[in-house]
């Protein structure tokens, strides 16, 4: 039967179920990848530490330092409350029953809030996703500060502008709270670039642009593509020519260039996306 829906995205779920299970999936995941944080996290709470990282580098400073980070160590503590919170109502323990004594650590309470078979059907599952979803963005800032993360794109639904780390897969827009693939967005904004013809760079920064979408694209390719007199500059910038990222879209396309391993990424790529595009309009 169904008759309720789930609080994170909205689909039809199974009677007595708060969470679909996909998004069942996404916050066991959630709350597994937070467990492993734990330690990085204890480590960036020696403020002589460079910030950030899995195997950090001690720095030098001129003048001393607070030896603790208090942001890291509030961050912690709300973390530990939550997560011990979590596992409470999961197995339906009082907070004030002193019977029940469970010494365990942060990480492994996590672990087990993550693989508990009741995560789906907590009344307020919904709610606690979206209170971890905003301790993980937290806990990615502290272990990845803004200066290590990029700018990717902007959001699908609301085009505010939004940063991935190296190793991001899905970005959560800080805005409308939109999960979203990192490939997609960055796809996204190669798009944007490609379709508007004032838009203009090097070629090493174009392809960096097709290949971080997942396009495959030498800068070589490309001033080849200029030498053979294929494409032409749009400029010159410190003595480096400039080239519209619209004609070496075109050059990506087109047939009979040697941009065929390029050409058949794009093909899978806008492939792909149709594809995810028909899936979510057939669930909503
Ligand atoms: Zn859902
Ligand atoms: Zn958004």
Excluded at 16 to 36: K, Y
Excluded at 89 to 107: E, I, N, Y
Excluded at 217 to 227: E, G, K, Q, V
Aim: proline share 6%.
């Amino acid at each position: 039967m169904m008759s309720a829906f789930c609080q994170r995205c909205g689909v039809p779920v199974e009677d007595g179920c708060s969470l679909c299970p996909g998004c069942e999936l996404r916050f066991g995941l959630l709350l597994f990848g937070m467990g492993l944080d734990v330690t990085p996290l204890h480590d960036s709470l020696d403020a002589t530490l460079h910030p950030g990282g899995h195997s950090p580098t001690r720095i030098v400073l001129a003048v001393p330092q607070t030896p603790i980070r208090l942001d890291v160590l509030d961050l912690i503590d709300i973390l530990d409350s939550t997560g011990s919170e979590l596992l409470r109502r999961l197995d339906g323990v009082d907070a004030l029953d002193a019977t029940v004594h469970r010494p365990m650590g942060l990480r492994d309470a996590l672990f087990r809030c993550a693989a508990h078979p009741y995560l789906a059907s907590l009344a307020d599952a919904g709610m606690y996703m979206d209170v971890f979803v905003r301790l993980a963005a937290k806990i990615d800032r502290v272990l990845e500060p803004p200066e290590r993360r990029r700018e990717i794109g902007v959001c699908e639904l609301c085009a505010s502008p939004l940063t991935a780390g190296e190793s991001d897969q899905l970005v959560t827009c800080p805005v409308c709270k939109r999960e979203q693939s990192v490939l997609a967005v960055k796809l996204h904004r190669l798009h944007a670039l490609c379709f508007d013809t004032s838009q203009s760079a090097s070629a090493s920064r174009i392809a960096k642009a097709f290949t971080g979408s997942g396009i495959p694209l030498r800068s070589n390719t490309i001033s080849h593509w200029a030498y053979r007199g294929k494409l032409a500059p749009a400029g010159k910038q410190d003595g480096m020519p400039r080239y519209l990222y619209s004609d070496v879209y075109k050059l990506v396309l087109a047939p009979n260039t040697d941009g065929g391993e390029a050409r058949a990424m794009l093909r899978k790529a806008l492939l792909q996306r149709i594809a995810t595009i028909l899936a979510r309009r057939l669930t909503e």
